[in-house]
T-cell receptor, first 111, second 114 residues
Framework: KQEVTQIPAALSVPEGENLVLNCSFT??????LQWFRQDPGKGLTSLLL?????REQTSGRLNASLDKSSGRSTLYIAASQPGDSATYLC??????????FGSGTKLNVKP | KAGVTQTPRYLIKTRGQQVTLSCSPI?????VSWYQQTPGQGLQFLFE???????NKGNFPGRFSGRQFSNSRSEMNVSTLELGDSALYLC?????????????FGPGTRLTVL
């Protein structure tokens, strides 16, 4: 059974800090892994997509890494800002378009 | 390009009723997936349609069904509503099936069952 776990469930940091969010998955035969951001009551915004053959992807202050062999991905956020406050979700794709989501990390960046 | 749109944004129904939700994918996208999000269960996959065919299905009862039209728009139907069906229903569209296939989500439909 494919399971996706995100640690920590919640994180509170002061503005300006660098931080790492973790995602682990039980089955390493993934197609790709996608990181999303969700603001309260809203849909999901795609942040980064890492293909199974890639090790990392970068977009602005965000960097996502993928280690298939250990079943882990990390999302690194540099110089955090209050606007980064949201829930961050990772989703693992195994076949066609069936995705398994983690339960998310709720991030609060304090001014 | 316009994003994924979902209608209606909010719905209030009573137990036993039926509801239909609509999703219009990004222009050119042929795959539409549906998800249910609740505080207790998180995001759970309902089903995925590609070129009017259901390709994947999650572990939901038969009361949940869907379809896709030739223009890739998709509808999801829930019959005999239960209190536990109250949730945010999200649809996602993607271009196809390649390994670099990225999903884009709509704003969701908030369904409340009384």
């Amino acid at each position: 059974k494919q399971e996706v776990t995100q640690i920590p469930a919640a994180l509170s940091v002061p503005e300006g800090e660098n931080l790492v969010l973790n995602c682990s998955f039980t089955d390493s035969a993934i197609y790709n892994l996608q990181w999303f951001r969700q603001d309260p009551g809203k849909g999901l915004t795609s942040l980064l997509l890492i293909q199974s053959s890639q090790r990392e992807q970068t977009s602005g202050r965000l960097n996502a890494s993928l280690d298939k062999s250990s079943g882990r991905s990390t999302l690194y956020i540099a110089a955090s800002q209050p606007g980064d406050s949201a829930t961050y979700l990772c989703a693992v794709r195994y076949n066609f378009n069936k995705f398994y989501f983690g339960s998310g990390t709720k991030l609060n960046v304090k001014p | 390009k316009a994003g994924v749109t979902q209608t209606p944004r909010y719905l209030i129904k009573t137990r036993g009723q039926q509801v239909t939700l609509s999703c219009s994918p990004i222009s050119g996208h042929r795959s539409v997936s549906w998800y249910q999000q609740t505080p207790g269960q998180g995001l759970q996959f309902l089903f995925e349609y590609f070129s009017e065919t259901q390709r994947n299905k999650g572990n939901f009862p038969g009361r949940f069904s869907g379809r896709q039209f030739s223009n890739s728009r998709s509808e999801m139907n829930v019959s005999t509503l239960e209190l536990g069906d109250s949730a945010l229903y999200l649809c996602a569209s993607s271009a196809g099936t390649g390994v670099d296939n990225e999903q884009f989500f709509g704003p969701g439909t908030r369904l409340t069952v009384l």
